[in-house]
């Protein structure tokens, strides 16, 4: 059963993270012939101020 966590910065709309989801879901299947019902990914998502980028918040990076 593959499990795939994806970790983001929080603020994109739910049907981009279900696109991506659909997506991934595909990209598992088609590269280990899992079957599409045994695919899991989890979305994390992460606030801005918890999210570093180079040593710095992505907040303060204005992303």
Do not use: C, H, W
Request: glycine fraction near 8%; hydrophobic fraction near 40%; charge should be neutral.
């Amino acid at each position: 059963m593959p499990i795939i966590q994806v970790n983001l910065i929080e603020g994109r709309p739910p049907e981009k993270i279900e696109k991506l989801i659909e997506l991934m879901t595909d990209a598992a299947v088609n590269a280990l012939d899992a079957p599409r019902e045994s695919v899991r990914i989890m979305v994390n998502e992460y606030p801005r101020n918890n999210f570093g980028i180079g040593g710095v918040t992505a907040q303060k990076l204005g992303r």
